[in-house]
């Protein structure tokens, strides 16, 4: 996939940089190419839910925000992406650690981008993959 | 739709009590009943996303968890719900300082449970339909 | 809702009458306004999958070409609608004489317009909701 | 993946046996093993929609359906799949003479088994990717 934009790391960086609610929850960029992005989380308490695990909505949070800056490394200069929609099948309970996300473009477009997102639980030395999303996204001009 | 469970507001209570996450964020439990309940969050900063909306993560949390206890409000005494998937369309841009969700059980299940979110905006005097997400859980035996 | 095309009972009425596979399946045109769309299918034994229920295709392709119509009553003259994507969640085994779909607009806009269907299961005398789906609908310029 | 049935192949090609409407719109059974399955349809003009493109609710029949064929490989022999909701996203417009699906389950389970379908349309001597879905499945016992 080709990047319109020569400077495309530097958009899809500040993707993470500039949103407060992803370093709120403590969401960190790991790596990124043009049409993906992997991100990554240390776990504690505050990221569970009533039973223990990992709340759905932080593997969602991640499985979103990791989507968009995959999507953002394909748009031009004055140009950014908005989730439009997005399902997530949370596969297993999750519990471990650390969480990663590696999100992938599947269809670039002019107007939507469809990009997919894998979440892993690491427990030990163990990964597993704990949830799939298939996120859509809209194009807009600044 | 009739509670199984004499204690049922109790046990969808603890939904939220208990769910590090959301209380992390922010969002608190409004009123329930038996099929449906509400929640409320006020709105900060730290809910941002890179362009100054409300997070995709945050309103897919607060659909997904309000969705959650409302089928809480339906299962068993020693029965608890975990999500399985959801989808949620982000209808408009999200801003204002307050959200407020409301789920409903569309569909009760012995083992499936189906629930319609509806995430609101609300900016001054006026409230905005943000989000829609439905959420499929499943009921497990403590 | 308001129809920006005066003429937009007969622009969606061809929905219907121009698509070869509704037509081969047996889906009907029941009614149709501003935002809004109904349908109808006399169930057979082609209808049916392996173990006698009606197949959640034809209940996918009933709600995904109803929310088509609804949407085309919203468009311009000189546009047309395309699925970007739909989910569709299956109630319950659908089984009876005969299925209804109401699709109905949940947020229209200039781009994306987003629809619900509603499928109806009908037997005897009893109707029930089997499978209720969100579609997603890009709106493109002849 | 492990089969839990001996004779998972003869079930499995029974989903497409039996099922009167996969017949009737012309999907048949390709391959399959442990895990997977391959379908494929010629296509003629009975499968469009209103603007000669294969309508979505073919594509959605043709990735549901080998889904299910794909989940029953890996279900015991007094057991069967039920579909309990799909997504699917049209990521192109589809045309071409033929489609072929192939089903990969992504995450088997006791009770649900999550797969997903990729569907493709084949135009002359090009082959794309039209069509992604994510189904999620039941298993129930005879």
Request: charged share 15%.
């Given at each position: 996939m080709n990047p319109q934009n020569p400077d495309y790391q530097s958009l899809a960086q500040q993707v993470f940089?500039?949103?407060?609610?992803?370093?709120?929850?403590?969401?960190?960029?790991?790596?990124?190419?043009?049409?993906?992005c992997e991100s990554t989380l240390a776990v504690s308490r505050r990221h569970w839910q009533?039973?223990?695990?990992?709340?759905?909505?932080?593997?969602?949070t991640m499985a979103d925000h990791t989507a968009g800056a995959a999507a953002a490394t394909l748009v031009r200069a004055n140009e950014y992406v908005l989730t439009v929609e997005f399902k997530i099948n949370l596969l297993r309970a999750a519990q471990g650690e650390r969480l990663t996300c590696r999100a992938q473009v599947l269809k670039p477009g002019r107007t939507l981008t469809v990009v997919e997102s894998e979440v892993y639980a690491h427990h030990q030395h163990e990964q597993k993959l704990v949830a799939k999303a298939t996120v859509t996204l809209m194009t807009l001009t600044r």
């Open positions: 940089a500039q949103a407060a609610f992803v370093e709120d929850v403590g969401i960190r960029l790991a790596d990124l190419g043009p049409g993906w009533q039973d223990g695990l990992i709340h759905a909505g932080v593997q969602a």
